[in-house]
């Protein structure tokens, strides 16, 4: 009879506990509760499944975000770098990669084919990663990799193939960036973003300037795919920090953000500025940047009272999201500091979806869940 009721009891917990994250990402991480109404999730997107991590396809998008947590994720495989290694295997012309960093063997395999099979294949890196194995095994193959040479960091990761499509996010295309770290990472079908990244890259490659030395040149700084609005944005190009702090203080009901490093006191205080005002916030930081950055704004958070954790993940939580108002969602290169603003190389856009938005919410709610 004790061990039926004890049974009972415990089935009883498992559904309690079950009931309090709905899988379609919508509802509110623990302790932040969400006011307004939740923004409509269409019906036509369509999982796509990983063994070590989570994917869903739109019309015109892919977004991927890597599961650390998986049996699979130890060992290397299932991860949103395969799809990337698909759509470079599937490129016909081009493939242009900027990238902070490279050990994934599945993208320099899929990069050394495309070479082979006569696909023009150019690279810009950090100059400090420069010296590792699979740079040094493309560029023995003849694929031109240029380094940034300078204190800046050229901090972008991502891909741009057959002047139609963009692959980008928070993944460095390393084995940490695809199975130990929490990243994001969002293939776009569109001539004019793949325009805006080909001008970004050409800077880069072509002219030689990095950082500062670049000046404002992107051709569609808002592109419109299938009637959802994105804005573009380079740094240290773009001044984007001014953008980033207008969306923030036009927060009206929520700001959940999951931030790498965040040490830029202008948006912090925007950030504090609208909870005083009513607005929920409720973010995660990586615990280690917590610990080691110079005026990190994790301690003015906590002074504030606002519910704000470090995150639980033994490896990096390397997202640079911000979800707004639970329709607006800042992703990118793009950390919270001010060397992201005035010495990287970085890229970041701003799509203004509740659908996409959605998925965000239910990576925080994964994030969330896992953080201290």
């Known amino acids: 009879m004790k061990k039926t009721l004890s049974y009972i009891l415990a089935l009883l917990i498992l559904m309690t ?8 990402g919508t509802s509110a991480p623990p302790t932040a509760p969400v006011t307004g109404t939740a923004p409509e999730v269409s019906a036509t997107l369509t999982e796509i499944p990983l063994g070590a991590g989570y994917g869903v ?3 015109w998008f892919e977004l991927y975000f890597t599961n650390p947590e998986s049996p699979l994720a130890s060992q290397k495989t299932g991860g949103p770098d395969g799809p990337l290694a698909t759509a470079i295997d599937s490129a016909r012309l081009t493939v242009d990669v900027a990238i902070y960093s490279l050990s994934l063997n599945s993208i320099r395999d899929a990069l050394l084919r495309a070479h082979d099979r006569g696909v023009r294949v150019r690279m810009v890196m950090e100059s400090d990663n420069l010296d590792r194995s699979d740079p040094q095994k493309l560029k023995d ?19 741009v193939i057959d002047n139609s499509e963009v692959w980008m996010g928070s993944m ?3 084995d940490s960036g695809g199975y130990t770290d929490n990243n994001n990472l969002m293939r776009i079908r569109s001539v004019k973003m793949a325009e805006n990244y080909t001008k970004e890259f050409e800077e880069m490659f072509v002219d030689d300037k990095f950082g500062p030395d670049v000046i404002a040149k992107t ?4 592109v419109t795919i299938d009637g959802t609005p994105i804005d573009v944005y380079f740094a ?3 001044h984007v920090q001014a953008s980033f702090l207008d969306l923030v203080e036009n927060a009206q009901e929520s700001i959940y953000f999951m931030a790498f490093s965040f040490t830029a006191d202008s948006i912090g205080d925007a950030v504090r500025a609208r909870a005083e005002d009513g607005v929920v916030v409720a973010g995660v930081m990586e615990d280690e940047q917590v610990n080691s950055n110079i005026g990190t704004e994790f301690d003015p958070f906590k002074q504030a009272g606002l519910d704000v954790l470090r995150d639980g993940n033994p490896g990096q939580m390397h997202h640079k999201v911000m979800i707004i108002d639970r329709n607006t969602v800042i992703l990118g290169s793009y950390n919270f500091t001010n060397s992201a603003e005035t010495k990287n190389d970085e890229n970041l856009i701003v799509i203004y979806s509740g659908e996409i938005a959605a998925q965000f919410v239910a990576e925080f709610q ?3 869940m896992q953080a201290q």
């Open 219 to 222: 051709p569609n700084p808002r």
């Open 236 to 238: 240290p190009d773009d």
């Open 366 to 368: 994964r994030v969330y």
């Open 57 to 59: 396809r739109g019309a």
């Open 172 to 174: 460095n295309f390393t």
């Open 17 to 24: 506990a079950c009931e309090s994250v709905t899988p379609t």
């Open 141 to 159: 193959a003849g694929i031109p990799i240029l380094g940034d040479r300078r204190e800046g960091l050229m901090h972008d990761k991502f891909v």
